[in-house]
């Protein structure tokens, strides 16, 4: 039976431990449960690697629970099609043939897919999405994109999304050759990156709202740069009033209006990213307490909650990792 990107297979398979490894390799590690038929067991899968995403299809002809876990790096918009599919996010249920669902990092997620269930699937890298939203707005997200976990496929937003991606996936499947072309290949890519950006998220006032008002005013910006250029030492909010010459309300309500968030929490999340690099590409001698004091951080504890909830692990796997990867090469 034809399904969406047919003609481009990842694989075809009746091994459910080979399925749990498509799945990780391609899209987020899973662990694959409760085969309700092992015998009937088949997983279809196909899709196309743009460049910084991916659009793939995958259909199951078992009933059958992939936990995936907590989604880490990567943002995901899943399309139910044929038999109803339910998305459990943070314990929500959601009916993606009823509705589309976005996957978001740091949120817990289980799929339970009925027998012929089947889900076209979107991904990006979360930094690729940061990326461009900073391509858009000429500045770095403050606090980071969280997008709303459902879409409604029939109306507004989401209903253009489900016409856009159709005629995606009908170009490619028209004629695959379009793809050998590098200008296509990136403006697809330029493309499903722009979907993400236009659906529900924390930014989409600001994203989508009139230019004349999603401007900043010049305090803000002044601001943002004095927070950047001073995020390792002991900033406080008098140290910010007195930079922008105006009362404290003033500056926390063009916060507000323009940004959707404090000054203070765009300092953290200036620390936060600071550390972030720094573990990532720490030497052996440095230690997480050390990079949190040069970053700016004066209390461990908070530092690490904050941490793991900003990237979805300790400080301390994060400079285990690039410990590793530097004894190993």
């Not at 390799?25 to 196909?46: I, T, W, Y």
């Not at 059958?64 to 876990?69: F, H, M």
């Not at 399309?79 to 669902?101: C, F, N, R, Y």
């Not at 170009?171 to 659906?199: C, H, K, W």
């Amino acid at each position: 039976m034809n399904h969406p990107l047919a003609g481009f297979p990842i694989t075809s398979t009746r091994d459910a431990d080979e399925a749990q490894s498509t799945l990780s390799r391609e899209f987020l590690d899973v662990r694959v449960n409760k085969v309700r038929e092992p015998r009937d067991f088949h997983m279809e899968m196909s899709g196309v690697h743009l460049g910084q995403t991916l659009i793939g299809y995958n259909r199951f002809a078992t009933e059958i629970q992939v936990d995936p876990g907590e989604v880490s790096d990567s943002v995901f918009l899943v399309l139910g099609m044929g038999t109803p599919a339910t998305i459990h996010i943070d314990s929500e249920p959601v009916v993606s043939t009823e509705k589309g669902t976005v996957l978001s990092p740091r949120r817990r997620v289980i799929f339970d897919l009925q027998a012929g269930s089947g889900t076209l699937t979107v991904k990006a890298k979360f930094d690729a999405i940061e990326k461009r939203f900073q391509e858009m707005m000429d500045r770095r997200p403050g606090t980071p994109i969280v997008f709303d976990a459902s879409v409604d496929f029939d109306n507004g937003v989401g209903a253009q999304t489900r016409r856009l991606l159709a005629s995606l996936v009908n170009t490619i499947e028209q004629d695959s050759t379009v793809l050998e072309n590098p200008v296509f290949r990136a403006g697809f890519d330029e493309m499903l990156l722009n979907i993400f950006m236009a659906l529900p998220n924390n930014y989409s006032d600001e994203l989508t709202g009139n230019r004349q008002q999603s401007i900043a005013p010049a305090l803000v910006h002044k601001i943002e740069e004095f927070i950047e250029a001073h995020a390792t030492e002991p900033v406080t909010v008098s140290d910010l009033v007195v930079q922008c010459g105006c009362s404290r309300g003033a500056l926390f309500n063009a916060f507000r209006r323009f940004r959707g968030y404090t000054p203070m929490q765009f300092l953290a999340e200036c620390r936060l990213r600071s550390a972030h690099a720094a573990l990532q590409s720490s030497s052996p001698a440095n230690t997480v307490s050390s990079i949190a004091y040069a970053c700016g951080f004066s209390h461990l504890g908070r530092f690490s909650v904050a941490y793991r909830q900003r990237f979805g692990e300790s400080p301390s796997a994060t400079l285990l990792r690039s410990s590793d990867m530097s004894h190993a090469n």
